[in-house]
């Protein structure tokens, strides 16, 4: 038996409800660009849109006319989505507590995720939406994930509660000690001010 390995996440597609509301919120709020267009080849009575989010990927939305969003909490039984989280950069993240009240849209402020920040409000059709902002790059040649899987290991060995700001700190020194060669002999932390 084999597995069907991923690599990324492909797109997404949600139900939306008119084209118009979609565009406004995927485009007008949370700025992705809105790229193309065509029929929900499955479903001749909707259309598909196309939004990319940043990263080149893509959030699609079946829409159709003849439906309405009345802005309540989406399911969250097994099986539904819970949220969605994008991804913004710090100084954009910075801004997002303004540019949301200014809009008049209900969010939860900023969350302390220990490893990230994050905001959470619903889109117009109830779906919960988050805001998050990681507080760490990760070292040249290594991702993100590589860095939490490296600060959850330590947060585990050290019986901490949740990844703090010293784990990945500790994470980002061990990949990049693995993954940069050195010409030292020793490059364990030194004092060179010390008398």
């Not at 406004?24 to 929900?40: A, K, R, S, T």
């Not at 969010?107 to 905001?119: A, E, L, Q, T, Y």
Request: proline letters at 7%; hydrophobic letters at 35%.
């Amino acid at each position: 038996m084999r597995k069907l390995q991923s690599q990324a996440v492909h797109h997404i597609t949600l139900t939306g409800a008119g084209r118009q509301t979609s565009i406004d919120f995927w485009e007008g709020v949370l700025g992705m660009p809105f790229v193309f267009e065509q029929p929900n080849l499955d479903n001749p009575d909707e259309s598909h849109l196309y939004f990319d989010p940043g990263d080149g990927r893509l959030i699609t939305i079946f829409t159709d006319e003849s439906r309405t969003g009345d802005g309540e909490r989406t399911p969250t039984d097994p099986g539904c989505v819970h949220h969605i989280a994008f991804s913004l950069s710090n100084a954009s993240f910075r801004q997002a507590v303004e540019r949301l009240d200014e809009r008049g849209i209900q969010h939860s402020g900023v969350k302390d995720r220990g490893f990230m920040d994050s905001i959470y409000f619903k889109d117009p059709l109830g779906l919960l939406i988050e805001l998050a902002s990681y507080r760490f790059e990760p070292p040249a040649g290594s991702t993100h994930s590589d860095v939490l899987l490296e600060a959850h290991k330590l947060r585990v060995e050290r019986g901490d509660y949740n990844i703090a700001p010293i784990h990945l700190a500790d994470a980002i020194e061990l990949l990049t000690t693995r993954t940069r060669p050195s010409l030292s002999q020793d490059r364990t932390p030194k004092d060179p001010y010390g008398a």
